[in-house]
């Protein structure tokens, strides 16, 4: 929070500089901060027709850096506002897995000037970054790293580490090669600052190699970083050639976007590829509204259930009174299931072949809760209800059975969606609560119908 008040305070103290048009103390100013805060000054306090002096303000090197982190309007207010040349060496700057989603992003006749003014060899690069699925590893991947031969020393690997290292992501980690780039190994720059300058490469890599294909689902290298602890990950294409890595900081990126799609699928809504604020209001509807039909749809077959016992009410009109609580609860436990399902298979705790396991933990869960709510509530119907022995009797019943039946459909459900390669997010909270809510009536009216003989 302190440190949000003084970012705040100093894009204060730069938009005033900009206004002055001290030019010469706002560039100094620039040149001190972080490209990520000068974008966030570009992006939230200078106004439209100041983007393109304030950009130019900025350091070569750290204004691409900042361009990357920058929505797509401002990236392409900014590109319209500068020279070709401008452009040209904008772009070729950039990493080019940066350029890709800025081309993906931008209108067509901005694109054709962006790829007019580059130079060959990154144009060829960004032409082959999107021609890989979206989502994909090779969508998301870098071209910059530094790649050595097994016949090399580590003389030699400094050598072209300090020739060719200084536009590459990263340096941790180095990757060995043959002659067809065919990866062999991966070497991190600890071992060769601790190793002899006569080893050769061949002696010192490590030939576990733990890669990914071009094609592979984005989910898949995040859960890769996850379990490893990786700061960069390997791509490598059908031929098993070396084509780009994909570093921690690319990933970091997926697993918001991941974890904001399942957030948004959990709550019913079609995910939305751009921020709130700057999402229209007729687009945010439509990414609603069609989850609210179904589930308004859905809920046709408790009205149908209801319609069916309409019998019950007139004889025991109690019934009604605690028919909201009993289906209230079985939507509340349904959904604690399903999150943590949906949960642990995120983060590759669970698998669909757990689903045994699942099943034999949940069915004790839910027995535990569903005696020691129906305990509860049979004391509470019969302080509330005097003399209702047999309706809270029949409801503590019908409450035991719904809080097994929800848990059992709340894990099962998410699994059922992996297995189907659906994303297990949709069969969250409104979906479960949907379903529960029908199992529920029926077993409260069918166990009401039993016992109390109506």
Same mark, same amino acid.
């Given at each position: 929070m302190e440190n949000a008040m003084i970012l705040e305070k100093q894009y204060d103290e730069l938009l005033q500089l900009l206004k002055d048009k001290k030019y010469g103390i706002l560039h100094g100013r620039l040149s001190q901060m972080n490209a990520s805060?000068?974008?966030?000054?570009?992006?939230?306090?200078?106004?439209?027709?100041?983007?393109? +002096?304030?950009?130019?303000?900025?350091?070569?090197?750290?204004?691409?850096?900042?361009?990357a982190y920058l929505s797509s309007e401002i990236q392409e207010a900014i590109i319209k506002g500068i020279s070709d040349r401008e452009v040209g060496d904008l772009v070729n700057e950039l990493y080019? &897995? &940066?350029?890709?989603?800025?081309?993906?992003?931008?209108?067509?006749?901005v694109v054709k000037r962006v790829m007019r003014n580059v130079d060959s060899d990154t144009r060829d690069l960004i032409n082959r970054f999107l021609q890989y699925p979206e989502n994909s590893a090779g969508s998301i991947m870098t071209a910059e790293f530094v790649d050595l031969k097994k016949n090399m020393t580590v003389a030699e690997s400094f050598a072209r580490i300090r020739k060719i290292g200084e536009d590459k992501e990263t340096l941790y980690t180095m990757y060995v090669v043959d002659g067809?780039?065919? +990866?062999?190994?991966?070497?991190?720059?600890?071992d060769l600052l601790l190793s002899d300058h006569s080893a050769v490469i061949d002696e010192i890599m490590h030939t576990n190699i733990i890669s990914v294909n071009t094609h592979d689902d984005q989910e898949k290298v995040s859960e890769l970083f996850s379990r490893y602890d990786l700061l960069a990950i390997p791509v490598v294409d059908m031929e098993q050639r070396l084509v780009g890595i994909v570093t921690v900081d690319d990933i970091i990126d997926v697993m918001e976007q991941e974890a904001t799609e399942d957030f948004e699928l959990m709550a019913a809504m079609t995910p939305s590829e751009k921020p709130y604020l700057k999402t229209g209001v007729f687009t945010l509807a439509k990414n609603r509204v069609l989850w609210l039909m179904l589930l308004m749809i859905s809920a046709t077959v408790t009205g149908s259930i209801l319609l069916h016992y309409e019998e019950a009410f007139l004889v025991v009109p109690l019934l009604v009174a605690l028919m909201p609580m009993l289906t209230d609860t079985g939507g509340n436990a349904g959904c604690q299931s399903s999150t943590l399902i949906i949960r642990g298979m995120a983060v590759g705790e669970i698998y669909p072949r757990d689903i045994l396991l699942v099943l034999w933990k949940e069915l004790r869960v839910s027995l535990l809760c569903g005696l020691a709510l129906a305990a509860i509530n049979f004391a509470r119907?019969?302080?509330?209800?005097?003399g209702e022995v047999q309706v809270a009797f029949v409801v503590s019943i019908a409450l035991v059975a719904t809080v097994?039946?929800?848990?059992?459909?709340?894990?099962? +459900?998410?699994?059922?969606?992996?297995?189907?390669?659906?994303?297990?997010?949709?069969?969250?909270a409104p979906l479960i609560t949907t379903l529960v809510d029908a199992g529920a009536l029926l077993l409260y009216f069918e166990i009401a119908r039993i016992i109390l003989k109506i």
């Amino acid at each position: 929070m302190e440190n949000a008040m003084i970012l705040e305070k100093q894009y204060d103290e730069l938009l005033q500089l900009l206004k002055d048009k001290k030019y010469g103390i706002l560039h100094g100013r620039l040149s001190q901060m972080n490209a990520s805060d000068i974008s966030e000054f570009l992006e939230e306090y200078v106004p439209q027709d100041g983007l393109v +002096l304030t950009f130019r303000l900025t350091q070569k090197d750290k204004g691409a850096n900042a361009f990357a982190y920058l929505s797509s309007e401002i990236q392409e207010a900014i590109i319209k506002g500068i020279s070709d040349r401008e452009v040209g060496d904008l772009v070729n700057e950039l990493y080019t &897995d &940066d350029a890709a989603d800025m081309i993906e992003e931008l209108p067509a006749n901005v694109v054709k000037r962006v790829m007019r003014n580059v130079d060959s060899d990154t144009r060829d690069l960004i032409n082959r970054f999107l021609q890989y699925p979206e989502n994909s590893a090779g969508s998301i991947m870098t071209a910059e790293f530094v790649d050595l031969k097994k016949n090399m020393t580590v003389a030699e690997s400094f050598a072209r580490i300090r020739k060719i290292g200084e536009d590459k992501e990263t340096l941790y980690t180095m990757y060995v090669v043959d002659g067809n780039r065919k +990866l062999e190994g991966v070497i991190e720059a600890r071992d060769l600052l601790l190793s002899d300058h006569s080893a050769v490469i061949d002696e010192i890599m490590h030939t576990n190699i733990i890669s990914v294909n071009t094609h592979d689902d984005q989910e898949k290298v995040s859960e890769l970083f996850s379990r490893y602890d990786l700061l960069a990950i390997p791509v490598v294409d059908m031929e098993q050639r070396l084509v780009g890595i994909v570093t921690v900081d690319d990933i970091i990126d997926v697993m918001e976007q991941e974890a904001t799609e399942d957030f948004e699928l959990m709550a019913a809504m079609t995910p939305s590829e751009k921020p709130y604020l700057k999402t229209g209001v007729f687009t945010l509807a439509k990414n609603r509204v069609l989850w609210l039909m179904l589930l308004m749809i859905s809920a046709t077959v408790t009205g149908s259930i209801l319609l069916h016992y309409e019998e019950a009410f007139l004889v025991v009109p109690l019934l009604v009174a605690l028919m909201p609580m009993l289906t209230d609860t079985g939507g509340n436990a349904g959904c604690q299931s399903s999150t943590l399902i949906i949960r642990g298979m995120a983060v590759g705790e669970i698998y669909p072949r757990d689903i045994l396991l699942v099943l034999w933990k949940e069915l004790r869960v839910s027995l535990l809760c569903g005696l020691a709510l129906a305990a509860i509530n049979f004391a509470r119907v019969l302080v509330v209800y005097p003399g209702e022995v047999q309706v809270a009797f029949v409801v503590s019943i019908a409450l035991v059975a719904t809080v097994i039946m929800a848990k059992v459909v709340g894990c099962v +459900l998410p699994i059922a969606a992996k297995v189907c390669k659906l994303d297990p997010a949709i069969m969250a909270a409104p979906l479960i609560t949907t379903l529960v809510d029908a199992g529920a009536l029926l077993l409260y009216f069918e166990i009401a119908r039993i016992i109390l003989k109506i």
